[in-house]
């Protein structure tokens, strides 16, 4: 049965978060970034690419009941804290093959970290944490 969270929406009005972005090539680069198990490591590693590792989680984002929202997933860190995947509408849409492949398991996704969904210029960010640009999702 997949999870369903209900994301709290905070308003920032033009706020914007600037975070530099570092460029993933290889594997072997791959290697080289932190690996973030927790809230506390994402929190400091905010805005960066990172190694992201915890169990994959299908879920439906249930939000006033639609369900133009299912066909999420979300990565379960040691904490409990969950993270999204994806920070764009596009992005957080994942393949059904994919989340038949991955659910329950450990994965390790590589990727940008935030805190927060970060919003549009002047817009709202969902208070869940997220990973975008993802670069490469695998088992652990």
Same mark, same amino acid.
């Given at each position: 049965m997949p999870l369903v969270v209900t994301a709290m929406v905070v308003y920032l009005g033009s706020c914007t978060a600037q975070h530099q972005q570092s460029k993933v090539k290889s594997p072997v680069e791959y290697a080289r970034l932190p690996i973030v198990k927790n809230f506390k490591a994402i929190w400091k590693m905010g805005g960066t690419n990172v190694r992201l590792h915890g169990e994959y989680h299908p879920f439906d984002l249930n939000v006033e009941n639609l369900n133009a929202f299912k066909g999420q997933a979300l990565v379960r860190l040691t904490d409990g804290r969950e993270v999204l995947l994806g920070t764009t509408w596009e992005e957080r849409m994942r393949?059904?093959?994919?989340?038949?492949?991955?659910?329950?398991?450990? @994965?390790? @996704?590589?990727?940008? @970290?935030?805190p927060s969904i970060p919003g549009n210029e002047g817009g709202a960010t969902l208070a869940i944490s997220a990973i975008g640009k993802i670069q490469y999702l695998g088992l652990r």
């Amino acid at each position: 049965m997949p999870l369903v969270v209900t994301a709290m929406v905070v308003y920032l009005g033009s706020c914007t978060a600037q975070h530099q972005q570092s460029k993933v090539k290889s594997p072997v680069e791959y290697a080289r970034l932190p690996i973030v198990k927790n809230f506390k490591a994402i929190w400091k590693m905010g805005g960066t690419n990172v190694r992201l590792h915890g169990e994959y989680h299908p879920f439906d984002l249930n939000v006033e009941n639609l369900n133009a929202f299912k066909g999420q997933a979300l990565v379960r860190l040691t904490d409990g804290r969950e993270v999204l995947l994806g920070t764009t509408w596009e992005e957080r849409m994942r393949p059904t093959a994919e989340i038949e492949q991955f659910k329950f398991q450990q @994965v390790e @996704v590589v990727g940008t @970290v935030f805190p927060s969904i970060p919003g549009n210029e002047g817009g709202a960010t969902l208070a869940i944490s997220a990973i975008g640009k993802i670069q490469y999702l695998g088992l652990r």
